[in-house]
T-cell receptor, first 111, second 113 residues
Framework: QKEVEQNSGPLSVPEGAIASLNCTYS??????FFWYRQYSGKSPELIMF????GDKEDGRFTAQLNKASQYVSLLIRDSQPSDSATYLC???????????FGAGTRLFVKA | EAQVTQNPRYLITVTGKKLTVTCSQN?????MSWYRQDPGLGLRQIYY???????DKGDVPEGYKVSRKEKRNFPLILESPSPNQTSLYFC????????????FGPGTRLTVT
């Protein structure tokens, strides 16, 4: 079992719809959770981070964390073609110094 | 401008020829890390450094070396590159450890023939 798993996609949604991206992790003691966006040929950039169970909202983005079920999700409301990218889920296992990334989910937003 | 820089951005080399990829950050970050990115495998951590002179292995350290003699620099060394090290490499830095946002460099595309 991979330590951080994501559906590779591609996930295709129409413009204006809600895109839902999911991630599961294996280390129950993980503390910090991140969503990075990576455009083709570019480096990853942070969109959201979440440390506590529940929802965290920032503009059109909402991160959801459920530690009991060991999953973290990212919702993108009012999806735009500019949101088309690969979304990487990252988990910080206990200890604080390693980062485990999922393989990423490719999102296409159709105009 | 706050940034992480890497050099070179592109490199084609031959098996066995030692090379160094440099990484520098101007944000006074304590934590720095190297990743490689391969299709279908995502980002995998090679080495990280918590502070000057303190480094540790990530998940895929075989065939790589690092050093952290200065806070701002964290070079990645391939003593004897092999074709399976052909990849896209990213350097990243963070304020204090991996529990904080990591800022990534632009990437170095390495091809080993």
């Amino acid at each position: 079992q991979k330590e951080v798993e994501q559906n590779s996609g591609p996930l295709s949604v129409p413009e204006g719809a809600i895109a839902s991206l999911n991630c599961t992790y294996s280390d129950r003691g993980s503390q910090s959770f991140f969503w990075y966006r990576q455009y083709s040929g570019k480096s990853p950039e942070l969109i959201m981070f979440i440390y506590s169970n529940g929802d965290k909202e920032d503009g059109r983005f909402t991160a959801q964390l459920n530690k009991a079920s060991q999953y973290v999700s990212l919702l993108i409301r009012d999806s735009q073609p500019s949101d088309s990218a690969t979304y990487l889920c990252a988990v910080n296992p206990p200890g604080g110094f390693k980062t485990i990334f999922g393989a990423g989910t490719r999102l296409f937003v159709k105009a | 401008e706050a940034q992480v820089t890497q050099n070179p951005r592109y490199l084609i080399t031959v098996t066995g020829k030692k090379l160094t990829v440099t990484c520098s950050q101007n944000m006074n970050h304590e934590y720095m890390s190297w990743y490689r990115q391969d299709p279908g495998l995502g980002l995998r951590q090679i080495y990280y450094s918590m502070n000057v002179e303190v480094t540790d292995k990530g998940d895929v350290p075989e065939g790589y070396k690092v050093s952290r003699k200065e806070k701002r620099n964290f070079p990645l060394i391939l003593e004897s590159p092999s074709p399976n090290q052909t990849s896209l490499y990213f350097c990243a830095s963070s304020l204090s450890d991996a529990a904080y946002e990591q800022y990534f460099g632009p990437g170095t595309r390495l091809t080993v023939t």
